[in-house]
């Protein structure tokens, strides 16, 4: 007598299941359109971001989408070219017209998006834009936590992890990238090291893409400094240890403010290097909101494409913020509208990988979350500040 | 000038050397590119891209366990065939030097996405034995990458020269560069000689390609940071000259690295680049 009430009431749910489904499957997908470097020089680090883009939205359609609806990432190849990508963004925004805006890489590309949002009044969450100066868009929000004035609050951060460490230096060679977001980091360290009594006994700056760094690490070996600071972006960290290895040389303490993490890590002359980081694979960063599911998935496809560094840390952790970021403004208001998100997110803070996060500081930006890490045992480990270090690490000297 | 210090002589010495070893290694780069530009009037700008090519073939040799020296057996007949080839198809379609700027420009572009398409935009370094060694001499140190690269810029500009002066494939060429209608006259086959340099040119790029790779961390974008200082050091070393883009590229190296040696690393492309503009206003008749 019960079995066909059972098998009518089974049919029925079925029926309803896969009328919600065909109804997910049928509702319009939020479009959110971005553009990454996906070829040219800076394509090394964008693959990084378009695989972190292709995990979240993957991870938030199965979760049913945002507002119910499911998720479609439009991602075009600015070539690591700013006006290409501020030509790309009007496309998306005009001829796109897609929902919503997600940051490029990098810096250059971030200010050209950032010019045709605020043209549009689109939000713009944006991965790892190095000068907050810059960011003066009221609706433009970054999802790497270097505060508002990362120039003075990272050299403290440094040298207060440096002060507390074996062998606090006294004497420091300053040598620098130009690049722009590395030269003012760069200067913003000088004028800490003046305020902490530090002497600065060398300091040198380079163009971007210089060749020969023997004459550099000549003369930081002839200043006999206690601390080099290296103002180094992508490979430059590499080039000096390898120009110091060649003279018999290795710096007694020394940090690298933006090296490519997985080369410099590799290289067995960078003992002891100290550098910055959002996020490292460790607790308690990866009891952050999302952060162990992201991290395990992340390391088995960045492993499985082949990338020299699958592990997460700062470019990766930033990524999936802005993603988070993005939800978070859509959901709390749910809905599209990008006045309403912009205005949700500087009243609200998001829970991130990287930490609770807010956007009501100097031009949107909120805490230094800015940690020391060193390399020790061929691995980054998190040594400053101590509420963020795991087990008994600590800042180590020769 | 910003940052100026008389710097000891140990680092000034250090320094210099440091400023031969890169200076060989651009006339290295320089010389296949010289020789294609003044003796077949072909510039070639993918040179730059053929030897990046070739130092990503090295490397990927190398990580299979070859010997990086030992894969110049394959690598230069292959880059004497891509070489020959190349010029084989400029000359098919009776491309003007400058375009074949143009093309080599686009073709430079391909290489760059076929490298980036099989080994990605990561940065790759060759870790050999060679890497880990180096010798002492008093204060200075010499290390053997850098030694190797000096060996065969030094090798090859001598054997170049030799060739160019004492046989009579380098007397046809250098008849055929003077003057093409004449030299055919007397029976010179610029086809075939115009093969081999090119062939040639190429297979240098293969060897400048595996000491770039000995010494320095590749990433695609990298070919074209070559790019200037190398013609520069073309230019100044006089077009189709043997020794001229060793000569020349030491001059650049060494000026650039006193320039960092005694002021701010930032200013020595600028000696560089002022080398050039001085030669080209007070000797034109020497590039072209």
Redesign the interface.
């Known amino acids: 007598m019960h079995k066909p009430t059972l098998t009518r009431r089974a049919t029925l749910a079925a029926a309803l299941l896969a009328l919600s489904g065909l109804a997910w499957s049928q509702a319009q997908p939020i479009r959110i359109g971005s553009t990454l470097a996906l ?3 800076l ?2 680090t964008a ?1 990084i971001h378009k695989l972190v883009g292709e995990i979240y939205v993957e991870q938030a359609n199965q979760r049913g989408g945002w507002l119910g609806r499911p998720l479609e990432w439009v991602v075009k190849d600015d070539q ?1 070219k700013p006006d290409l990508a501020r030509t790309l963004y009007e496309q998306l925004v005009t001829a796109d017209k897609v929902d919503l805006l997600m940051g490029p890489y990098a810096t250059g590309a971030i200010l050209s998006a950032m010019g045709v949002a605020q043209r549009y009044n689109k939000v713009l969450v944006h991965h790892t834009l190095g000068v907050p100066s810059l960011a003066k868009y009221d609706m433009q929000f970054p999802a790497w936590s270097l505060g508002g004035d990362p120039a003075t609050t990272v050299p403290n951060t440094l040298f207060d992890a440096l002060a507390a460490g074996p062998k606090p230096p006294k004497t420091v060679a300053v040598v620098t990238s ?1 690049f722009p977001s590395i030269h003012f980091m760069t200067q913003g360290a000088r004028e800490v090291m003046k305020k902490r009594n530090l002497s600065e006994v060398l ?5 971007f ?4 760094f ?3 690490a ?2 930081i ?2 200043a006999k400094p206690d601390f080099v600071w290296v103002g180094a972006i ?2 430059d960290g ?2 000096l240890l ?2 110091m290895k ?3 040389y290795a710096p007694p303490q020394h940090f690298y403010l933006y090296p ?1 993490p ?2 410099l890590v590799s290289l067995p002359e960078a003992k002891n290097a100290l550098s910055v980081t959002i996020f490292e694979e460790q607790p308690p960063f990866t009891s952050n909101p999302g952060a162990g599911e992201f991290v395990k998935i992340y390391r088995e496809r960045a492993t499985k494409l ?3 560094d699958p592990s997460v840390e700062t470019q990766a952790a930033a990524s999936y913020t802005a993603w988070q970021i993005l939800e978070a403004g859509v959901t709390g208001t749910k809905g599209l509208d990008d006045k309403a998100i912009g205005a949700w997110l500087k009243a609200n803070k998001v829970d991130t990988v990287q930490g609770k996060l807010r956007f009501d500081g100097f031009n949107n930006f909120g805490d230094d979350l800015m940690r020391i890490k060193q390399v020790q045992n061929g691995k980054w480990v998190v040594v400053w500040p101590k509420e963020v270090t795991a087990g008994d690490a600590k800042l180590m000297a020769p | 000038m910003p ?1 100026f210090s008389l ?2 002589a ?2 000034l010495a ?2 210099i050397l ?2 031969i ?2 200076g060989a290694l651009y006339g290295l780069l320089g010389l296949g590119l010289s020789l294609s530009w003044g003796l077949l009037r072909f510039i070639n700008l993918a040179h730059f891209a053929f030897a990046f090519l070739a130092a990503y073939l090295c490397w990927q040799m190398a990580t299979l366990g070859a010997d990086p020296l030992l894969t110049l057996a394959v690598l230069v007949p292959l880059f004497f065939a891509i070489g020959a080839g190349l010029h084989a198809l400029m000359a098919r379609f009776a491309v003007t030097p400058f375009n074949s700027l143009l093309i080599t420009f686009g073709l430079t572009g391909i290489v760059e ?1 076929l490298i ?1 398409s099989i080994w ?4 790759r ?1 060759l870790e050999s034995s060679y890497a880990e060694q ?1 010798f ?1 001499i008093g204060v200075l ?1 010499f ?1 053997v990458p ?1 030694l190797i690269t000096f060996a065969f810029a030094v090798g090859l500009s001598f054997a170049v020269w030799a060739v160019l002066r004492h046989t009579d494939l380098g007397k046809a060429l250098r008849a055929a560069a003077e003057d093409a209608p004449i030299a055919a006259a007397f029976g010179v086959n610029q086809r075939l000689n115009g093969l081999l340099l090119a062939g040639f040119a190429a297979a240098l790029a293969s060897v400048a390609g595996v000491c770039l790779a000995l010494s ?2 590749l ?1 695609p ?1 990298q070919i074209y ?2 790019v200037g ?1 190398v013609f520069a050091a073309v230019m100044l070393g006089g077009l189709g000259r043997a020794f001229g883009p060793l000569l020349a590229g030491t001059l650049i ?1 060494v000026s ?3 320039t ?2 005694v002021t ?3 200013w ?2 600028i000696v560089s680049f002022s080398l050039l503009i001085l030669v080209l206003v007070l000797r034109p008749g020497r590039v072209g």
Do not use: C, H
């Not at chain 1, 893409?209 to 020969?212: A, E, L």
């Not at chain 2, 990605?120 to 940065?123: R, S």
């Open positions: 070829t040219g020089p394509s090394a693959q690591s130009k300091f040198l700056e380079w163009d893409g210089n060749r020969d023997g004459p550099i000549n003369r070996k002839d992508g490979l590499n080039l390898d120009a060649k003279i018999d490519a997985g080369p082949g990338f020299p | 940052g710097p000891s140990s680092l250090q320094s440091s400023g070893f890169v996405a980036q990605t935009a990561d940065f370094k180096k002492k140190y290390p850098e320095f961390t990433a974008s940071a070559w200082v190296g650039e690295a006193v960092m040696a701010a690393p930032s020595a492309p």
